[in-house]
């Protein structure tokens, strides 16, 4: 019995324990051997004998629950010490991530807009043709669905092809006025050097009372966003067409590699396209249920804009995952 005790006590791993448990309290084990022996005893002893040996049952068992908690406690302590991390430790050659340009480029953009007191919309990737054309004063057979081809679902929806359905959406929850940028990923089947079948645009919009909105309001927040983004760069605005505004330009910068004495990046003409804007086409407006108001709505391109910062030749390499190229922009 006391043989028992000291083994329990001595116990030094959970694994002995439980050894020393089968060896008193299982089947076969010490305790069970006793018990098998009542049958021996005679008649008026045996209610004594029966007591005993419960009694010693407690004891060991008392004893045994006691030295498990401890041994748990024990093992619990070391290994709390083995899995500890020291964040005192110098780690001189720690790797740092860094944001993919096209990421770092879009969060700029945002950046730039939300301190003018611009909220970031979103909506839906997979668009209906009310949103992403007929809204946007593109209806059925308008030559100008052309310009954007389309991927097209079984059902009639479609991969949104611009981030304008945002507007769209936009204009029909709420009420004017509305000053919004619409950041988000786009689609169209094409596929070269200059265009792959998803990319992210940043557009923006403004609507307002008449009154308070004018190109003029256009013309002075595009070229302030431009300086911000890539210097001290001459800015002009071309006349253009979009089915969505009117009138409607396109915006040049001067040739950021030549400086405008003309290159074969762009094309020998000193000037490279950054983005399309306008005032928002009165069918626009009525196709959401707006009355006498005005707006204007800008759009770009942001891998146009990462290319042209980091001076990336290849559009597809943006996507190609490189690792080589992405460790560039630790
Ligand atoms: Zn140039």
Not at 274 to 284: H, R, Y
């Amino acid at each position: 019995m006391e043989n028992m005790e000291k083994k329990i006590d001595e116990a030094g791993t959970l694994e002995s324990l439980e050894k020393i448990r089968v060896e008193i309290f299982g089947k076969k084990g010490m305790l069970a051997a006793e018990f098998a022996k009542m049958k021996d005893i005679p008649g008026p002893e045996k209610k004594a004998f029966a007591e005993g040996l419960n009694r010693l049952k407690a004891q060991l068992l008392e004893r045994f629950e006691r030295r498990h908690a401890q041994l748990e406690a024990e093992e619990m302590q070391s290994r709390m010490r083995a899995e500890a991390v020291d964040v005192s430790l110098y780690a001189p050659n720690g790797v740092k991530g860094a944001l993919h340009p096209v990421k770092d480029t879009m969060d700029r953009i945002v950046d730039y807009f939300t301190a003018l007191n611009f909220s970031v919309e979103s909506g839906p990737m997979v668009e209906d043709d009310f949103h992403n054309f007929e809204a946007l004063n593109l209806p059925k057979n308008h030559p100008a669905r052309d310009m954007q081809d389309t991927f097209y679902f079984s059902d009639g929806t479609l991969l949104r092809t611009h981030t304008s359905p945002v507007q769209i959406r936009t204009m029909m929850k709420r009420k004017p006025p509305i000053r919004i940028i619409a950041p988000g990923s786009v689609f169209r089947r094409d596929y070269d050097l200059t265009h792959t079948p998803m990319f992210h645009q940043v557009e923006g919009l403004v609507v307002d009372e008449k009154a308070k909105v004018s190109f003029a309001n256009l013309k002075w927040i595009l070229t302030d966003f431009l300086h911000e983004m890539f210097g001290e760069v001459d800015i002009r605005f071309r006349p253009s067409f979009f089915p969505f505004t009117e009138p409607s330009a396109e915006v040049d910068i001067s040739c950021i590699f030549c400086g405008g004495s003309g290159c074969r990046v762009c094309s020998r003409t000193g000037w490279l396209e950054v983005l399309g804007c306008g005032v928002v086409d009165p069918n626009v407006f009525e196709a959401v249920g707006y009355e006498d108001v005005s707006g204007y709505a800008f759009g770009l391109g942001v891998e146009r804009f990462a290319m042209l910062i980091h001076h990336i030749a290849d559009l597809r390499s943006l996507f190609e995952g490189d690792i080589r190229l992405l460790e560039q922009f630790r």
